[in-house]
Structure formats: C-alpha cells, structure tokens
C-alpha cells in the first residue's frame, strides 16, 4: 500500500501558473505527500502567492545556490525527501487535480511494479518544424504509455519510481545541463539493478507539455540530445550497434581529405569539392522519404527542419565523440529502447537505404 510520496519538480522558470496546480495536486486519503520544488536558478524573484504556500511541511522551496543542472537539481529532490515513491514533474505540465490519486491506485493493485510512466501528451503539431519532430520519433518518449505495456525508461516529465528500487542510482552530471541522455542513462542502471525489469505505463496519468520554444524552430536542444547520445554510447556500449557514418561524420571525414589533398593531391580537390554538397543534398532527400512515413506530402519546409534537426543531433555527437575522446562512439548508433540485440551490426530501414543508394549514385558520378 502507499503510504507516502515525494513530489519532485527541477524548476528554471518557477512559474506560478505551473508551479501552483503541482502543489495544490489532491492528496490521497491516508498518504503522505510532500513536494519538493527544486529551484535551478538563484537570481530568480519567487512570486509572493508561491511563497506563502511553502510551508517546509507538505511544501519545499529549495534554492541552489548556483546553476546545477537538470541532473544534480533533481538529485537534490531524491535526497531531500525520503517517501516510499518517487514522483518526478516538469515544471511547464498542465496537469489534473487528481493525478496523485491515480499513481495511488496504481501503486496499490501492483505492488511488485518498480515504477509507472505516465503520458505526456503534446499539442497538435500545426507548423512545418512542429511536424518535423513528431515525424523525427525525437518525441515518441512522451507518448510511450500510450502504445507500450511497459518500457525501458520514461521522460521525467511525468513519472513514478518505487525508492526502495531505486536504492544509489542517481542522475549522472556528465550530461548536458541542460537535458538530454541523463533521463535514458537514469532508467538503465536504475533497470538493471532490478534485474532489468521494465517500468509499467500508465496512461491514464496523463499531463499536457507545451512545445519547446512555443514551437518555434530550434535547434540547440537536437544538438545537446546529440552531445548526451554520444555519452550515453561511451556508459553503455552494451546497448550500442556500427552503423553507416552520419552526415556530419562524413563531412567531417571530407574535411580531412580536403586538407590532405590540398597539400598532396590537388587533382583530388574538385571531386572532394563535390562529394561535400553531395552529402548534404543526401540527407535531404533521404529525409523527404523519412517524411513519407508520416505525411503524404511533406513540404520544402518540413524536410528542411527535418533534415537540420537530423545534422544538429549528429552533429553533437560527433562534436562530443571528438572533443571527450570517445572514439568507440564514431560510426555507432545507441539503441534507446535497451535491448541488448547479438547483432551489432547495421539494421536497415527506408531512410539508410535511400542514403546507401544515392551515396553510391555520388560516388559513381564522382568516379566518371
């Protein structure tokens, strides 16, 4: 039976219009509930009505005294309380009042349950950019309660873990501060450690989360996704496969060939010269074909977004793979659902074939 729960919610903004709803949740009937609202951001001026509800009983305000990041900041929330579940929220969630009731009800009828996600649910994607993430799968996490019985690991959005299970595990600060990885590497030591037992979904705890940027195109969080991938391929090689070089692999590569014939091969220069827009241009129409999976008609707009957000996020791979001497990381691609599959080796799909095809085109015509 659950007895008691903390709330955790890492906040940046501490926005009333979110912050409010989270601390005024309906408490279950004979359960302990304390929230513990982690503020990542000292120079921030806490509104008065947000004030007066923190209480250092039910209700905690607690300010780093510097910028931690996403993974210390909600350490600091694990380690502040001490309630049989574990229950972590962004602080940007429109929520229903009664959604502790629900994790509740859960909890009890399965007690040998390690944890529960629950739904994130996105507003419609009505833009080029806002289309081409859904269609990217970069979002799919937060639906995950929706088509799974159960996954490997869920956005910390809106998610309820038992501290019993959790035991040491806490989130790893080599990640980006920002976000992006230390959710994924959190759920895999913490599955492992009970004996790799997936977390039920929950999907009628279901919140709603605005989008990124109100929606407008941008691409710094696919790049620091990208810098967490590549930490993520480094912790884990386990829950990794080869796979062909991405664009700015090859780019990269093609750099190098330039510098080098520049000083000894000179006759090489114009075809290399070549092969780098060649490359690019690759990628977009690899990503139009992509895009058909979703939408019948992609438009210029979309396979523009789609094809940039792809090139940031290998991008902060490859940058991260280079700069932290991960070269085990080139020529990978982690496996975020966590199987640990015996071939390690490439795994076709549309998007790789139409870019093994049209690369071979490239470097027939090249050739000639």
Same mark, same amino acid.
């Given at each position: 039976?659950?007895? $008691?729960?903390?709330?955790?919610?890492?906040?940046?903004?501490?926005?009333?219009?979110?912050? !409010?709803?989270?601390? =005024?949740?309906? +408490?279950?009937?004979?359960?302990?509930?304390?929230?513990?609202?982690?503020?990542?951001?000292?120079?921030?001026?806490?509104?008065?009505?947000?004030? =007066?509800?923190?209480?250092?009983?039910?209700?905690?305000?607690?300010?780093?005294?510097?910028?931690?990041?996403?993974? !210390?900041?909600?350490?600091?929330?694990?380690?502040? #309380?001490?309630?049989?579940?574990?229950?972590? !929220?962004?602080?940007?969630?429109?929520?229903?009042?009664?959604?502790?009731?629900?994790?509740?009800?859960?909890?009890?009828?399965?007690?040998?349950?390690? *944890?529960?996600?629950?739904?994130?649910?996105?507003?419609?994607?009505?833009?080029?950019?806002?289309?081409?993430?859904?269609?990217?799968?970069?979002?799919?996490?937060?639906?995950?309660?929706?088509?799974?019985?159960?996954?490997?690991?869920?956005?910390? @959005?809106?998610?309820?873990?038992?501290?019993?299970?959790? *035991?040491?595990?806490?989130?790893?600060?080599?990640?980006?501060?920002? &976000? &992006?990885?230390?959710?994924?590497?959190?759920?895999?030591? /913490?599955?492992?450690?009970?004996?790799?037992?997936?977390?039920?979904?929950? @999907?009628?705890? =279901?919140?709603?989360?605005?989008?990124?940027?109100? &929606?407008?195109?941008?691409?710094?969080?696919?790049?620091?996704?990208?810098?967490?991938?590549?930490?993520?391929?480094?912790?884990?090689?386990?829950?990794? +496969?080869?796979?062909?070089?991405?664009?700015?692999?090859?780019?990269?590569?093609?750099?190098?060939?330039?510098?080098?014939?520049?000083?000894?091969?000179?006759?090489?220069?114009?075809?290399?010269?070549?092969?780098?827009?060649?490359?690019?241009?690759?990628?977009?129409?690899?990503?139009?074909?992509?895009?058909?999976?979703?939408?019948?008609?992609?438009?210029?707009?979309?396979?523009?977004?789609?094809?940039?957000?792809?090139?940031?996020?290998?991008?902060?791979?490859?940058?991260?793979?280079?700069?932290?001497?991960?070269?085990? #990381?080139? /020529?990978?691609? /982690?496996?975020? $659902? *966590?199987?640990?599959?015996?071939?390690?080796?490439? =795994?076709?799909? +549309?998007?790789?074939?139409?870019?093994?095809?049209?690369?071979?085109?490239?470097?027939?015509?090249?050739?000639?």
């Amino acid at each position: 039976m659950l007895k $008691s729960i903390d709330v955790i919610v890492p906040s940046f903004r501490v926005q009333k219009e979110y912050i !409010l709803p989270i601390i =005024q949740l309906i +408490r279950p009937e004979g359960v302990t509930v304390r929230f513990y609202i982690i503020v990542d951001n000292p120079a921030i001026s806490i509104n008065e009505e947000l004030l =007066q509800a923190v209480d250092n009983n039910e209700v905690y305000l607690i300010i780093n005294e510097k910028n931690l990041g996403a993974s !210390l900041t909600r350490n600091k929330g694990i380690d502040s #309380g001490s309630g049989d579940w574990i229950l972590f !929220l962004d602080d940007d969630i429109k929520i229903e009042p009664n959604l502790l009731c629900i994790y509740q009800d859960a909890i009890n009828r399965n007690p040998e349950e390690i *944890g529960f996600i629950g739904l994130v649910s996105l507003p419609p994607a009505d833009s080029a950019f806002t289309k081409a993430t859904m269609a990217s799968g970069s979002a799919d996490i937060f639906s995950i309660a929706s088509v799974k019985d159960s996954y490997t690991w869920g956005a910390t @959005a809106n998610i309820a873990i038992k501290r019993e299970a959790l *035991g040491p595990i806490r989130f790893n600060e080599a990640y980006p501060k920002g &976000g &992006g990885g230390e959710d994924v590497d959190f759920f895999l030591r /913490f599955r492992a450690r009970n004996n790799f037992k997936n977390l039920k979904t929950l @999907a009628e705890a =279901q919140v709603w989360h605005p989008w990124w940027n109100n &929606g407008e195109p941008n691409f710094k969080r696919s790049y620091r996704y990208g810098n967490g991938a590549a930490f993520l391929m480094h912790l884990h090689p386990q829950y990794t +496969r080869y796979d062909f070089p991405t664009t700015p692999e090859s780019l990269f590569f093609l750099l190098i060939g330039l510098a080098v014939s520049g000083l000894f091969f000179p006759e090489y220069l114009d075809t290399i010269g070549i092969a780098i827009p060649g490359v690019i241009l690759i990628e977009a129409i690899a990503s139009y074909f992509y895009l058909r999976r979703s939408y019948r008609k992609p438009s210029i707009a979309m396979i523009y977004y789609s094809a940039t957000m792809k090139i940031y996020y290998d991008s902060g791979v490859l940058f991260k793979n280079l700069s932290q001497g991960f070269w085990t #990381g080139l /020529f990978r691609h /982690f496996n975020y $659902s *966590g199987i640990r599959k015996k071939n390690h080796f490439i =795994q076709f799909n +549309r998007y790789k074939l139409v870019k093994l095809i049209l690369f071979v085109v490239l470097v027939i015509c090249l050739i000639w």
